[in-house]
Protein backbone atom coordinates (compact mmCIF):
# COMPACT_ATOMS: atom_id res chain seq x y z
CA UNK A 1 0.00 0.00 0.00
CA UNK A 2 1.27 3.42 -1.04
CA UNK A 3 1.37 6.29 2.09
CA UNK A 4 2.81 9.50 2.07
CA UNK A 5 4.58 11.44 5.08
CA UNK A 6 4.26 15.00 5.55
CA UNK A 7 6.74 15.54 8.82
CA UNK A 8 5.67 18.86 9.44
CA UNK A 9 2.83 20.38 11.12
CA UNK A 10 3.23 24.14 10.46
CA UNK A 11 6.29 25.82 8.53
CA UNK A 12 6.37 29.65 9.58
CA UNK A 13 8.10 31.75 6.96
CA UNK A 14 8.47 35.52 6.13
CA UNK A 15 7.29 37.12 2.48
CA UNK A 16 9.82 37.32 -0.26
CA UNK A 17 12.25 34.66 1.37
CA UNK A 18 12.19 30.91 -0.06
CA UNK A 19 9.63 28.29 1.06
CA UNK A 20 9.94 24.21 1.09
CA UNK A 21 7.29 22.31 2.36
CA UNK A 22 8.49 18.39 3.06
CA UNK A 23 7.09 15.30 1.66
CA UNK A 24 8.56 11.99 1.81
CA UNK A 25 6.87 8.68 -0.39
CA UNK A 26 6.23 4.99 -0.03
CA UNK A 27 5.19 2.97 -3.20
CA UNK A 28 5.95 0.16 -5.06
CA UNK A 29 6.79 0.66 -8.63
CA UNK A 30 6.87 4.38 -10.09
CA UNK A 31 5.54 7.21 -8.15
CA UNK A 32 2.82 9.59 -9.47
CA UNK A 33 2.66 12.22 -7.10
CA UNK A 34 0.81 15.37 -6.67
CA UNK A 35 0.43 18.48 -4.39
CA UNK A 36 -2.58 20.05 -3.62
CA UNK A 37 -3.59 23.63 -1.63
CA UNK A 38 -6.39 23.79 0.36
CA UNK A 39 -7.53 27.63 1.27
CA UNK A 40 -9.76 27.89 4.79
CA UNK A 41 -13.42 26.94 3.77
CA UNK A 42 -12.75 25.83 0.41
CA UNK A 43 -12.03 22.06 -1.37
CA UNK A 44 -8.23 20.97 -2.31
CA UNK A 45 -6.21 22.72 -5.63
CA UNK A 46 -4.56 21.05 -7.67
CA UNK A 47 -0.64 22.60 -7.91
CA UNK A 48 1.43 20.17 -9.86
CA UNK A 49 2.28 16.51 -10.26
CA UNK A 50 5.09 14.24 -11.33
CA UNK A 51 4.64 11.48 -13.37
CA UNK A 52 8.19 10.95 -15.14
CA UNK A 53 10.60 13.08 -16.61
CA UNK A 54 12.34 15.93 -15.00
CA UNK A 55 12.93 15.83 -11.37
CA UNK A 56 12.24 19.26 -11.35
CA UNK A 57 8.42 19.91 -11.69
CA UNK A 58 6.80 23.30 -12.08
CA UNK A 59 3.24 24.28 -10.88
CA UNK A 60 0.66 26.84 -10.52
CA UNK A 61 1.29 30.42 -8.39
CA UNK A 62 5.26 29.93 -8.72
CA UNK A 63 5.73 26.82 -7.02
CA UNK A 64 7.95 24.04 -8.15
CA UNK A 65 8.68 20.05 -6.70
CA UNK A 66 11.64 18.10 -6.46
CA UNK A 67 11.43 14.23 -7.02
CA UNK A 68 14.28 13.03 -5.39
CA UNK A 69 14.27 9.04 -6.08
CA UNK A 70 16.93 7.79 -3.72
CA UNK A 71 15.54 9.98 -0.55
CA UNK A 72 12.06 9.11 -1.72
CA UNK A 73 10.70 12.82 -1.45
CA UNK A 74 8.59 15.07 -3.46
CA UNK A 75 9.17 18.83 -1.42
CA UNK A 76 7.51 21.74 -2.69
CA UNK A 77 9.13 24.94 -3.03
CA UNK A 78 8.77 28.56 -3.82
CA UNK A 79 11.64 31.19 -4.16
CA UNK A 80 9.98 33.73 -2.57
CA UNK A 81 7.10 33.50 -0.20
CA UNK A 82 3.63 36.01 -0.30
CA UNK A 83 1.41 36.20 2.66
CA UNK A 84 -1.31 34.85 0.05
CA UNK A 85 0.80 31.46 0.01
CA UNK A 86 -0.50 31.24 3.76
CA UNK A 87 -2.90 27.69 3.65
CA UNK A 88 -2.98 24.21 3.91
CA UNK A 89 -0.65 22.20 1.86
CA UNK A 90 -1.40 18.48 0.47
CA UNK A 91 1.16 15.85 -0.55
CA UNK A 92 -0.27 12.94 -2.43
CA UNK A 93 0.71 9.38 -4.17
CA UNK A 94 -1.55 7.63 -6.62
CA UNK A 95 -2.49 3.91 -6.19
CA UNK A 96 -5.24 2.33 -7.75
CA UNK A 97 -8.34 0.92 -7.30
CA UNK A 98 -9.95 -1.30 -10.32
CA UNK A 99 -9.06 0.95 -13.22
CA UNK A 100 -9.76 4.57 -11.34
CA UNK A 101 -7.32 6.08 -9.42
CA UNK A 102 -7.06 6.57 -6.27
CA UNK A 103 -4.78 9.40 -4.12
CA UNK A 104 -3.37 8.91 -1.11
CA UNK A 105 -3.24 12.20 0.67
CA UNK A 106 -0.59 13.35 3.66
CA UNK A 107 -1.68 14.71 7.06
CA UNK A 108 -1.36 18.39 5.27
CA UNK A 109 1.14 21.09 6.47
CA UNK A 110 0.23 24.19 7.49
CA UNK A 111 2.23 27.26 5.40
CA UNK A 112 2.03 30.60 7.50
CA UNK A 113 3.87 34.13 5.53
CA UNK A 114 4.37 37.18 7.88
CA UNK A 115 5.10 40.22 6.67
CA UNK B 1 -14.75 27.34 -10.18
CA UNK B 2 -13.22 23.95 -10.30
CA UNK B 3 -16.20 22.04 -12.57
CA UNK B 4 -17.52 19.83 -9.27
CA UNK B 5 -20.04 21.34 -7.38
CA UNK B 6 -21.40 20.34 -4.05
CA UNK B 7 -24.43 21.10 -2.54
CA UNK B 8 -24.85 22.29 0.48
CA UNK B 9 -22.14 23.76 1.27
CA UNK B 10 -23.23 23.60 4.94
CA UNK B 11 -25.43 21.03 6.53
CA UNK B 12 -26.25 20.90 10.50
CA UNK B 13 -28.29 17.96 11.28
CA UNK B 14 -29.55 16.04 14.47
CA UNK B 15 -28.70 12.40 14.93
CA UNK B 16 -31.86 11.02 13.83
CA UNK B 17 -32.30 12.99 10.73
CA UNK B 18 -32.03 11.78 6.71
CA UNK B 19 -30.18 13.79 4.45
CA UNK B 20 -28.13 13.88 1.57
CA UNK B 21 -25.25 15.27 0.10
CA UNK B 22 -25.21 15.97 -3.92
CA UNK B 23 -21.85 16.46 -6.46
CA UNK B 24 -21.95 17.44 -9.63
CA UNK B 25 -18.90 17.03 -11.88
CA UNK B 26 -19.11 19.21 -15.47
CA UNK B 27 -15.68 17.96 -16.27
CA UNK B 28 -16.87 14.78 -18.34
CA UNK B 29 -15.22 12.50 -16.23
CA UNK B 30 -15.94 8.72 -15.59
CA UNK B 31 -14.34 8.06 -11.97
CA UNK B 32 -15.99 10.26 -8.68
CA UNK B 33 -14.90 10.42 -4.90
CA UNK B 34 -16.27 10.84 -1.42
CA UNK B 35 -13.14 11.85 0.42
CA UNK B 36 -14.04 12.72 4.68
CA UNK B 37 -11.42 15.61 6.08
CA UNK B 38 -11.57 15.86 9.65
CA UNK B 39 -9.66 18.12 11.98
CA UNK B 40 -6.10 16.96 12.98
CA UNK B 41 -6.50 13.97 10.30
CA UNK B 42 -5.39 12.79 7.23
CA UNK B 43 -8.32 13.00 4.59
CA UNK B 44 -10.17 9.88 4.25
CA UNK B 45 -11.01 8.03 1.05
CA UNK B 46 -14.60 6.80 1.70
CA UNK B 47 -16.14 5.59 -1.76
CA UNK B 48 -14.68 5.44 -5.59
CA UNK B 49 -17.40 4.99 -8.21
CA UNK B 50 -15.94 4.09 -12.16
CA UNK B 51 -17.97 4.29 -15.02
CA UNK B 52 -20.85 4.27 -11.82
CA UNK B 53 -19.75 1.11 -10.61
CA UNK B 54 -18.70 1.37 -6.99
CA UNK B 55 -14.80 0.09 -6.58
CA UNK B 56 -13.99 0.96 -3.27
CA UNK B 57 -15.48 1.03 0.10
CA UNK B 58 -13.13 1.74 2.89
CA UNK B 59 -14.83 0.04 5.85
CA UNK B 60 -17.59 2.91 6.04
CA UNK B 61 -20.60 2.63 8.39
CA UNK B 62 -23.54 1.72 6.77
CA UNK B 63 -24.88 5.00 8.25
CA UNK B 64 -23.23 6.37 5.27
CA UNK B 65 -24.57 5.52 1.60
CA UNK B 66 -23.33 5.99 -1.44
CA UNK B 67 -25.86 6.81 -4.84
CA UNK B 68 -24.15 7.08 -8.12
CA UNK B 69 -26.98 6.99 -11.06
CA UNK B 70 -24.86 8.46 -13.80
CA UNK B 71 -20.65 9.37 -14.32
CA UNK B 72 -21.95 13.05 -13.49
CA UNK B 73 -23.02 12.77 -10.43
CA UNK B 74 -23.04 11.31 -7.03
CA UNK B 75 -25.07 10.94 -3.45
CA UNK B 76 -23.97 10.32 0.08
CA UNK B 77 -27.28 9.69 2.17
CA UNK B 78 -26.90 10.35 5.64
CA UNK B 79 -28.82 8.17 8.34
CA UNK B 80 -28.35 8.18 12.05
CA UNK B 81 -25.01 9.68 12.04
CA UNK B 82 -23.31 10.45 15.63
CA UNK B 83 -21.54 13.93 16.23
CA UNK B 84 -18.11 12.13 15.34
CA UNK B 85 -19.25 12.13 11.61
CA UNK B 86 -19.07 15.91 11.67
CA UNK B 87 -16.62 16.71 8.71
CA UNK B 88 -16.25 18.15 5.92
CA UNK B 89 -16.83 16.21 3.19
CA UNK B 90 -15.22 16.44 -0.23
CA UNK B 91 -16.42 15.07 -3.55
CA UNK B 92 -13.68 14.78 -6.17
CA UNK B 93 -14.01 13.88 -9.92
CA UNK B 94 -11.21 11.89 -12.32
CA UNK B 95 -10.41 11.26 -15.96
CA UNK B 96 -10.17 7.46 -16.38
CA UNK B 97 -7.67 6.42 -19.86
CA UNK B 98 -7.85 3.27 -21.98
CA UNK B 99 -4.86 2.38 -20.14
CA UNK B 100 -3.65 3.46 -16.93
CA UNK B 101 -0.58 4.88 -18.37
CA UNK B 102 -2.83 7.26 -19.75
CA UNK B 103 -4.48 8.52 -16.54
CA UNK B 104 -2.55 10.30 -14.86
CA UNK B 105 -4.41 10.47 -11.37
CA UNK B 106 -5.39 13.91 -10.66
CA UNK B 107 -8.18 14.49 -8.88
CA UNK B 108 -10.56 17.80 -9.12
CA UNK B 109 -12.44 18.66 -6.07
CA UNK B 110 -15.64 20.55 -4.77
CA UNK B 111 -15.47 23.29 -2.29
CA UNK B 112 -16.69 20.25 0.23
CA UNK B 113 -19.60 19.98 2.36
CA UNK B 114 -19.64 20.75 6.44
CA UNK B 115 -21.89 18.98 7.88
CA UNK B 116 -22.08 19.74 11.83
CA UNK B 117 -23.65 16.70 13.85
CA UNK B 118 -25.41 17.84 17.09
Known amino acids: AQSVAQPEDQVNVAEGNPLTVKCTYS??????LFWYVQYPNRGLQFLLK??????LVKGSYGFEAEFNKSQTSFHLKKPSALVSDSALYFCAVRGYTGTASKLTFGTGTRLQVTL | ETGVTQTPRHLVMGMTNKKSLKCEQHLGHNAMYWYKQSAKKPLELMFV???????ENNSVPSRFSPECPNSSHLFLHLHTLQPEDSALYLC?????????????????FGEGSRLTVL
Open chain 2, 92 to 108: ASSQLGLALSANTGELF
Open chain 1, 50 to 55: YITGDN
Open chain 2, 49 to 55: YNFKEQT
Open chain 1, 27 to 32: VSGNPY
